[in-house]
């Protein structure tokens, strides 16, 4: 039998949890990372059962569940079939128990690091929950930040504005450059380690930086199909400064690995035969259509596919 106020907030049969086996990114001073979530902040599902979930993890559940349940409301959960075959019947995510039930917990169990600690590997969210002392600890932050991103923007200024452990995140996800403090946004040699790791990273520079040439170029140098194609198609050169646009050799970059950023150049570009042609030619084989049906008409005239 499952309380009411569970029948309200189900739970799940999916857990988004990092591997703790899998924390290589460590940061000074004992603090380790979990593997990065993606922009959206989801880590990879598993299957809720007792078949893929080992005993730490189930520890974890359980620990997190009594905290935020009390004692009386998780022995009614457990009840005739056990924790995980209850939390299977709901079919809901346990990050939604985590997000829904987290306003009961008491103050002293949010300022109670060991389990604070361990209901972010779950649920970074909750950080904003965390006392201030919490959202202080280095620890405590960066093991939210590696399943939520946008948890970091719950923590203290001085966290934001450490170089050194900010210079951890931004190798983590793109978003540890979106929660640096303004100084290190503005901080070229920063913002050049944050856009090697993550090219897209670029759309949190400071505005300085998103116009400088050599920040944007190793931008796309990093660039890959892969970061074209997780952002839609969206070329690193849409988010620098509007006067690369007329840049040829950065426009030749853009191409380097999107056909399509042909149409990313200045009118006097695509207008430019030798252009278009040297851009059919660094572009991928398969997209090299693409430079040519971006290029301006006048051009496409005079140039035979058949060539390529």
Known sequence: QVSKKLERSPLCITLKL?????????????VSVPPAADDTGTMPR????????????????????LALLGKR??????????????CAAFRRHWQELCENLDSQASDEVLA????????????????????????????????AFGNHPNAMQHTTDEIRGDRGLMSKAITVNR???AFASRTLRDDKEFVLMAVKAFPRALEFASEDLKADREVVLVAMQHQTLKDVADAFGANVLTLADGKFRGDKDLLLEAVR???????????????????????MLRAPLEQRDQCYEKADGSVRHSIDLEDF
């Open 257 to 279: 690995v999107d056909g399509s950023a042909v149409a990313l150049a200045s009118s006097d570009l695509r207008s430019n035969k030798d252009f278009v042609l040297e851009a």
């Open 175 to 177: 978003k540890g450059l």
């Open 46 to 65: 598993r299957a809720f059962g007792a078949a893929t979930l080992d005993e730490e993890k189930h520890a974890i559940l359980e620990k997190v569940a």
């Open 18 to 30: 990092p591997r703790r086996s899998n924390m290589d990114r460590g940061f000074d001073g004992g």
């Open 73 to 86: 409301e998780l022995e009614n959960l457990k009840l005739g079939t056990g924790l995980l075959t209850a």
């Open 112 to 143: 109670d690091r060991e389990t604070m600690l361990e209901a972010m590997q779950v649920c970074g969210r909750m950080l904003d929950r965390c006392s201030l002392e919490l959202r202080s600890d280095p620890e405590i932050v960066f093991t």
